[in-house]
Protein backbone atom coordinates (compact mmCIF):
# COMPACT_ATOMS: atom_id res chain seq x y z
CA UNK A 1 0.00 0.00 0.00
CA UNK A 2 1.08 3.55 -0.64
CA UNK A 3 2.65 5.81 2.12
CA UNK A 4 4.81 2.83 3.69
CA UNK A 5 7.91 2.35 1.37
CA UNK A 6 9.83 0.52 4.37
CA UNK A 7 8.54 -1.71 7.00
CA UNK A 8 8.25 -1.29 10.72
CA UNK A 9 11.40 -3.15 11.87
CA UNK A 10 11.59 -3.66 15.35
CA UNK A 11 14.50 -3.79 17.18
CA UNK A 12 15.61 -6.74 19.07
CA UNK A 13 15.08 -5.00 22.79
CA UNK A 14 12.86 -2.08 22.73
CA UNK A 15 11.85 -0.14 25.64
CA UNK A 16 8.49 1.59 26.58
CA UNK A 17 10.81 4.65 27.40
CA UNK A 18 12.11 4.86 23.93
CA UNK A 19 8.85 6.66 22.53
CA UNK A 20 9.02 9.87 21.84
CA UNK A 21 7.24 11.40 24.77
CA UNK A 22 8.22 10.47 28.14
CA UNK A 23 6.54 7.76 29.85
CA UNK A 24 6.24 6.11 33.02
CA UNK A 25 6.25 2.19 32.47
CA UNK A 26 9.94 0.44 32.47
CA UNK A 27 8.05 -1.94 29.89
CA UNK A 28 10.36 -3.72 27.14
CA UNK A 29 8.95 -4.95 23.97
CA UNK A 30 10.35 -7.97 22.32
CA UNK A 31 8.75 -10.23 19.29
CA UNK A 32 6.91 -12.79 20.61
CA UNK A 33 8.01 -16.51 21.30
CA UNK A 34 6.26 -19.57 21.25
CA UNK A 35 7.03 -20.28 25.33
CA UNK A 36 5.61 -17.01 25.94
CA UNK A 37 2.39 -17.35 23.51
CA UNK A 38 1.76 -20.57 25.77
CA UNK A 39 2.26 -18.86 28.55
CA UNK A 40 0.12 -15.67 27.83
CA UNK A 41 -2.49 -17.36 25.87
CA UNK A 42 -4.06 -19.16 29.06
CA UNK A 43 -3.91 -15.94 31.23
CA UNK A 44 -4.74 -13.63 28.48
CA UNK A 45 -8.35 -15.98 28.19
CA UNK A 46 -9.24 -15.01 31.78
CA UNK A 47 -9.74 -11.51 31.07
CA UNK A 48 -12.41 -9.81 29.09
CA UNK A 49 -12.91 -8.94 26.34
CA UNK A 50 -11.53 -12.40 25.49
CA UNK A 51 -13.28 -14.49 28.72
CA UNK A 52 -16.26 -12.84 27.50
CA UNK A 53 -16.43 -13.81 23.96
CA UNK A 54 -15.25 -16.93 25.07
CA UNK A 55 -11.87 -17.46 23.42
CA UNK A 56 -10.54 -20.38 24.43
CA UNK A 57 -6.51 -20.07 25.82
CA UNK A 58 -5.89 -22.69 22.88
CA UNK A 59 -7.09 -19.83 20.00
CA UNK A 60 -5.12 -17.00 22.01
CA UNK A 61 -2.30 -18.81 22.02
CA UNK A 62 -2.36 -19.21 18.40
CA UNK A 63 -3.30 -16.12 17.35
CA UNK A 64 -0.08 -15.02 19.60
CA UNK A 65 2.04 -17.76 18.39
CA UNK A 66 0.89 -16.77 14.68
CA UNK A 67 3.78 -15.91 12.08
CA UNK A 68 2.12 -13.19 9.51
CA UNK A 69 4.82 -11.00 8.09
CA UNK A 70 2.56 -7.63 7.95
CA UNK A 71 1.49 -8.08 11.58
CA UNK A 72 3.92 -9.04 14.38
CA UNK A 73 3.11 -10.01 18.19
CA UNK A 74 5.13 -8.45 21.02
CA UNK A 75 6.03 -10.02 24.41
CA UNK A 76 5.47 -6.93 26.50
CA UNK A 77 7.83 -7.28 30.11
CA UNK A 78 8.57 -5.49 33.17
CA UNK A 79 11.57 -6.86 34.88
CA UNK A 80 12.04 -9.82 32.54
CA UNK A 81 8.91 -11.25 33.94
CA UNK A 82 5.59 -11.20 31.09
CA UNK A 83 3.12 -8.43 31.49
CA UNK A 84 0.98 -8.88 28.20
CA UNK A 85 1.16 -9.03 24.35
CA UNK A 86 0.40 -6.37 21.35
CA UNK A 87 0.25 -7.22 17.91
CA UNK A 88 0.65 -4.26 15.07
CA UNK A 89 -1.01 -4.86 11.58
CA UNK A 90 0.79 -3.11 9.13
CA UNK A 91 -0.51 -0.92 6.11
CA UNK A 92 -3.70 -0.69 7.12
CA UNK A 93 -5.91 2.05 6.13
CA UNK A 94 -3.15 4.68 5.36
CA UNK A 95 -1.47 3.82 8.69
CA UNK A 96 -1.28 0.59 11.23
CA UNK A 97 -3.77 -1.12 13.19
CA UNK A 98 -3.15 -2.31 17.06
CA UNK A 99 -4.78 -5.13 16.26
CA UNK A 100 -4.32 -6.84 19.81
CA UNK A 101 -3.38 -5.03 23.08
CA UNK A 102 -3.32 -7.18 26.75
CA UNK A 103 -1.93 -6.38 29.41
CA UNK A 104 -2.37 -8.54 32.65
CA UNK A 105 -4.20 -7.31 35.68
CA UNK A 106 -1.58 -7.23 38.04
CA UNK A 107 -0.04 -4.80 35.52
CA UNK A 108 -2.52 -2.96 34.35
CA UNK A 109 -2.78 1.01 35.82
CA UNK A 110 0.64 1.61 35.87
CA UNK A 111 1.21 2.88 32.36
CA UNK A 112 2.04 0.25 29.92
CA UNK A 113 -0.74 0.67 27.39
CA UNK A 114 0.34 4.47 27.36
CA UNK A 115 4.10 3.11 26.58
CA UNK A 116 2.00 0.58 23.83
CA UNK A 117 0.27 3.68 21.96
CA UNK A 118 3.26 5.42 22.19
CA UNK A 119 6.02 3.37 20.50
CA UNK A 120 3.06 2.39 18.57
CA UNK A 121 2.40 5.93 17.31
CA UNK A 122 6.15 6.85 17.31
CA UNK A 123 6.99 4.34 15.15
CA UNK A 124 3.71 5.38 12.82
CA UNK A 125 5.16 8.96 12.80
CA UNK A 126 8.83 7.46 11.80
CA UNK A 127 6.87 5.39 8.65
CA UNK A 128 4.96 8.99 7.91
CA UNK A 129 1.39 6.99 8.20
CA UNK A 130 -1.40 9.17 8.17
CA UNK A 131 -3.27 7.52 10.64
CA UNK A 132 -3.39 5.25 13.57
CA UNK A 133 -6.27 2.38 14.30
CA UNK A 134 -7.62 0.63 17.25
CA UNK A 135 -10.88 -1.00 18.19
CA UNK A 136 -12.55 -2.57 21.12
CA UNK A 137 -15.74 -4.30 22.16
CA UNK A 138 -18.72 -1.83 22.64
CA UNK A 139 -18.74 -3.09 26.19
CA UNK A 140 -15.24 -2.40 27.32
CA UNK A 141 -15.56 1.30 27.80
CA UNK A 142 -12.69 1.52 29.87
CA UNK A 143 -10.40 0.68 27.08
CA UNK A 144 -12.65 3.10 24.86
CA UNK A 145 -11.88 5.76 27.06
CA UNK A 146 -8.32 4.81 27.19
CA UNK A 147 -8.02 5.03 23.49
CA UNK A 148 -9.88 8.28 23.63
CA UNK A 149 -7.64 9.48 26.61
CA UNK A 150 -4.88 8.88 23.58
CA UNK A 151 -6.10 11.36 21.27
CA UNK A 152 -8.47 8.08 19.45
CA UNK A 153 -11.88 9.27 18.35
CA UNK A 154 -14.83 7.36 17.80
CA UNK A 155 -15.38 6.33 13.91
CA UNK A 156 -17.48 3.42 13.20
CA UNK A 157 -19.72 1.19 15.14
CA UNK A 158 -19.18 -2.45 13.50
CA UNK A 159 -22.24 -3.86 14.87
CA UNK A 160 -22.48 -8.16 15.03
CA UNK A 161 -18.63 -8.11 14.12
CA UNK A 162 -17.26 -11.02 16.55
CA UNK A 163 -20.46 -12.59 17.96
CA UNK A 164 -24.26 -11.53 16.69
CA UNK A 165 -25.49 -8.63 19.27
CA UNK A 166 -22.24 -6.59 20.20
CA UNK A 167 -20.62 -4.00 18.49
CA UNK A 168 -16.63 -2.95 18.06
CA UNK A 169 -15.88 0.00 18.10
CA UNK A 170 -13.53 1.41 15.36
CA UNK A 171 -11.39 4.02 16.78
CA UNK A 172 -8.94 6.42 14.80
CA UNK A 173 -5.90 9.55 15.63
CA UNK A 174 -5.08 11.11 12.59
CA UNK A 175 -1.08 12.08 12.56
CA UNK A 176 -1.31 14.04 9.54
CA UNK A 177 -2.68 17.95 10.20
CA UNK A 178 -2.70 16.95 14.20
C1 LIG B 1 -7.04 -1.21 28.43
C2 LIG B 1 -5.58 -1.52 28.71
C3 LIG B 1 -4.88 -1.87 27.41
C4 LIG B 1 -4.93 -0.23 29.29
O1 LIG B 1 -3.57 -0.53 29.59
P1 LIG B 1 -2.96 -0.07 30.99
O2 LIG B 1 -1.53 -0.45 31.02
O3 LIG B 1 -3.80 -0.57 32.09
O4 LIG B 1 -3.11 1.49 30.81
P2 LIG B 1 -2.29 2.68 31.52
O5 LIG B 1 -1.80 2.25 32.85
O6 LIG B 1 -1.31 3.20 30.55
O7 LIG B 1 -3.42 3.75 31.69
C5 LIG B 1 -4.67 3.34 32.19
C6 LIG B 1 -4.92 3.91 33.55
O8 LIG B 1 -3.84 3.90 34.46
C7 LIG B 1 -3.55 5.22 34.89
N1 LIG B 1 -2.10 5.26 35.00
C8 LIG B 1 -1.21 5.52 34.03
N2 LIG B 1 0.05 5.45 34.52
C9 LIG B 1 -0.06 5.09 35.82
C10 LIG B 1 0.87 4.82 36.87
N3 LIG B 1 2.19 4.95 36.68
N4 LIG B 1 0.40 4.43 38.07
C11 LIG B 1 -0.93 4.31 38.27
N5 LIG B 1 -1.86 4.55 37.34
C12 LIG B 1 -1.43 4.95 36.12
C13 LIG B 1 -4.13 6.10 33.85
O9 LIG B 1 -4.48 7.39 34.34
C14 LIG B 1 -5.38 5.32 33.47
O10 LIG B 1 -6.39 5.48 34.43
P3 LIG B 1 -7.90 5.00 34.19
O11 LIG B 1 -7.91 3.69 33.46
O12 LIG B 1 -8.44 4.89 35.57
O13 LIG B 1 -8.55 6.10 33.38
C15 LIG B 1 -5.38 -2.63 29.75
O14 LIG B 1 -6.04 -2.29 30.93
C16 LIG B 1 -5.85 -4.01 29.27
O15 LIG B 1 -5.09 -4.73 28.67
N6 LIG B 1 -7.11 -4.36 29.56
C17 LIG B 1 -7.64 -5.68 29.24
C18 LIG B 1 -7.67 -5.98 27.76
C19 LIG B 1 -8.25 -4.85 26.94
O16 LIG B 1 -9.25 -4.27 27.26
N7 LIG B 1 -7.54 -4.53 25.83
C20 LIG B 1 -7.87 -3.41 24.96
C21 LIG B 1 -8.94 -3.64 23.99
S1 LIG B 1 -8.88 -5.17 23.15
Request: aromatic content about 10%; glycine content about 8%.
Amino acid sequence: MAGFPNPLVPRTEMSGADSRSACTSNATFNPMSSDAAHTLGPLLAKIDPWARYGYTPEALTAFLAGQEADAARYIISVDRALAGAFSVKKNWLRGPYLQFLGILPAYQGQGIGTSVLRWFEAQAREERARNLWVAASEFNARAISFYQMHGFDRVATLTDLVVDGTAEILLRKRLIGD
